[in-house]
């Protein structure tokens, strides 16, 4: 996969999904409002391209599992393309985001106490069904519509140096390191000229997904735990996203659930700006100082996700 996918992608899904604003709240610092998209996520981003990539689809629809986010998108995309959708989510998902499912008429099963185990028995209803698998994270067209939101923070800040974006499963983080790896960061001196801007990926310190696996050399299963564990809560990277993310443009960071917690009623205190955990988690590694910006750096703060019960948005 390369930047050539991403541009592929962000002209196969021009005009359905939407062109989320960009923030400076402070001097270089933007916040790049993902969970303003449709659905409350990016992941609408890869659920269309996956899906306008397969040409016509099965009389049986498409099929996904998901902690609840890419559920809600692939439930989106289905309904504006007429199609059935069927999606699988464990019993950690939300109650809110288990509503949304309902509301866009999605056929819900909710199995399994974490995803991996909704992905196995959604992989197994799919061959049965001949419906289209729409993976959450580990598909090409899923990671190139994903990086569209790379574009959009290149175009939107006039450049960056750094963009700070949550992994879980990986296609996201991954997604953004190729559609920005078509730029120079702002100042010059991030990374190599011409290659893009670093990429902070941050994970929660009981979820280090993609930090385990930098460390082993290659995907390995982890523990899956914690505030954040509905929309992070991948036991293993996904292989494209291992790929691309043992790039020497991006640096691993971990973050405590305490922090992601502290981050998310920042974002709402300060901004009035409503965050799930694993929308905040990206803010948490400034603000717990697990990422520091330089002087002068300028740096994109991806908030990605918004489908959160806004009752808990205060202590």
Not at 179 to 188: I, K, L, N
Request: glycine share 12%.
């Amino acid at each position: 996969m390369d930047y050539s996918d991403v541009l592929a992608a962000a002209g196969r899904i021009d005009g359905l999904v939407l062109r989320t604003p960009v923030l400076e709240v402070s001097p270089g610092v933007f916040f790049k409002l993902e969970l303003l998209q449709h659905s409350g996520s990016f992941k609408v981003r890869g659920a269309f391209n996956r899906m306008l990539s397969a040409g016509e689809l099965p009389p049986s629809g498409v099929i996904a599992a998901s902690g609840g986010n890419h559920g809600l998108a692939v439930a989106y995309a289905a309904r504006v393309l007429g199609v059935r959708a069927e999606i699988f989510v464990p019993e950690v998902t939300s109650p809110v985001k288990v509503a949304g499912l309902e509301a866009l008429g999605a056929h819900i099963t909710q199995t399994g106490a974490i995803y991996s185990e909704a992905a196995e028995a959604a992989a197994k209803r799919a061959a049965e069904s001949g419906a289209l698998a729409v993976h959450a994270y580990d598909q090409a067209e899923v990671v190139a519509g994903q990086g569209t939101t790379g574009l959009e923070i290149v175009e939107q800040t006039g450049g960056v140096d750094t963009v700070v974006v949550a992994a879980g499963g990986g296609g996201f983080a991954a997604g953004i390191t190729l559609g920005t790896s078509g730029s120079v960061p702002a100042s010059g001196s991030a990374v190599t000229p011409g290659s893009g801007p670093r990429i902070i990926a941050v994970e929660p310190e009981r979820i280090p997904t993609l930090h385990e696996a930098l460390r082993a050399g290659h995907p390995v299963p982890v523990e899956v735990s914690g505030v954040a564990a509905d929309a992070l809560g991948a036991t293993k990277i996904g292989g494209i996203a291992f790929e691309i993310l043992s790039s020497p443009r991006v640096e691993s960071v971990l973050v405590t659930d305490e922090a992601i917690v502290e981050a998310r009623r920042t974002l709402w205190a300060r901004h009035r700006v409503a965050a799930e955990p694993a929308g905040a988690t990206a803010y948490a590694a400034l603000l717990a100082g697990a990422y520091t910006p330089a002087p002068g750096e300028r740096v994109a703060v991806v908030l990605c996700g918004s489908n959160t019960d806004p009752s808990t948005l205060t202590p």
